[in-house]
């Protein structure tokens, strides 16, 4: 059917398991932020960029995207209106920027998992998985760099996925889909 159907017991126990497998890579990074964080001052450059326009996010001031050299923006601020409220939580400090890059590569990494698993079979699910593991193990450092070349990356992989699963008759699949891809095509062209 198009509609995830009622979840078992068992079967949310399971999702619960796929879910904390698929961000374990990331909890020691959570943790260095949480107990050392990041230096009001320590960023710079994009980055420093980036701060400054998710500090706006509050007054209304954040329209577009990251500005470039070269006289244009990236298309949209959903990527700093994802990391404001972690910003306002850690001020004023610069951890709130890269908890929300934390955040986006945790959801990343769990929804297309979970869809896998509510609609295809525990195989299928233990696949993509596996492929996301991988990736951490290769890539982990960029899954929380929130410099807007390198966040795109996760969520990008996971909206494919879920997206297939939407193609497959997953519909329940589409509102993670939706969020992941605004974010991915917000953030970087």
Known sequence: SSIAPPLSRALRIELLC???VAVLPLVPYLT????DGVPRYGI??????MEHEIRHVWS????????SRFRWHHPGPALFYVCAPFEALFRPSSTGMYVGTWVIAALSAIAPVVATRIHATRAH???VLLVYLAWFAAF????VNPWVRTVVVLPFLSYVVLMAVFARGGTFALLPAAILGTVVTHTHV
């Open 18 to 20: 796929f879910a904390l």
């Open 32 to 35: 260095l932020l949480l107990l």
């Open 44 to 49: 710079y450059a994009d980055l420093a960029l």
């Open 60 to 67: 209304g001031e954040t329209l577009l995207g990251l500005g």
């Open 125 to 127: 699910a233990i696949g």
């Open 140 to 143: 982990g450092n960029l899954a």
